[in-house]
């Protein structure tokens, strides 16, 4: 349990770094967060915290389709976004000025975080994000497939964002294409191994006594 809570909070941390990362590049966000900036610029408010209100929207989402969440899943809904926050102008501060390379470098790095970040908290195992527990308590309910599913909600968060003034560009295509494929490889990392098999030793018959000698 201790290394599953360590592996759950580092990973929604690094997770909202990835975030940071992305955005500092200014080659675009991910599908949500494009929703998320495009909120935040409209409203006026810090981005990180729009995730967190995001999410617990999201959340009452969940009520109707009868999806229940667990201990991560309240703790991705809060720490990703506060985490966003904390490092937004740090990070800002290091990489002004950069240019095109180094911000490839933060695209690409933001991208590869943001699957490593994924398949941990995935293999802790504290429930689905506010996101994912949305695409498949409706995979559930409604019997259609997850990339038609999936495909539905993130399109509709990405017009709706790039209408609010989000910002969409290559890294956003680049991020769509490779996430899934950053995630199935790196999940057997932090998977929790299976216990392995109880062998019961078998037991060995008593040995057969010699019968009466034949003549």
């Not at 102008?89 to 390379?101: I, K, S, T």
């Not at 950053?182 to 932090?190: N, S, T």
Request: hydrophobic fraction near 50%; proline fraction near 8%.
């Amino acid at each position: 349990m201790p290394y599953r809570l360590l592996k759950l909070f580092v990973a929604l941390a690094a997770y909202g770094l990835s975030m940071a990362m992305m955005l500092q590049s200014h080659y675009g966000l991910m599908p949500w967060d494009v929703l998320h900036q495009g909120i935040s610029l409209q409203g006026g408010w810090p981005m990180g915290r729009v995730t967190v209100a995001v999410s617990f929207a999201v959340l009452l989402a969940w009520i109707p389709i009868r999806q229940k969440p667990g201990f991560g899943t309240i703790c991705n809904a809060i720490l990703i976004g506060l985490t966003f926050d904390a490092v937004l102008e740090p990070l800002g501060q290091l990489v002004a000025g950069a240019g095109p390379a180094m911000r490839m470098a933060l695209l690409g790095g933001g991208i590869v975080l943001n699957g490593a970040a994924t398949a941990a908290y995935l293999g802790a195992d504290f429930g689905a994000g506010p996101r994912d527990g949305l695409m498949t308590g409706l995979v559930r309910r409604t019997g259609r497939s997850v990339r038609l599913v999936r495909t539905l909600i993130e399109g509709s968060v990405l017009a709706t964002g790039y209408l609010l003034g989000g910002t969409l560009g290559a890294g956003t295509l680049l991020y769509m294409l490779l996430i899934g494929p950053l995630i199935q490889l790196m999940l057997p990392w932090f998977q929790r191994p299976s216990p392995a098999p109880r062998v019961i030793p078998a037991t060995e018959p008593p040995a057969e006594q010699p019968g009466p000698a034949i003549r």
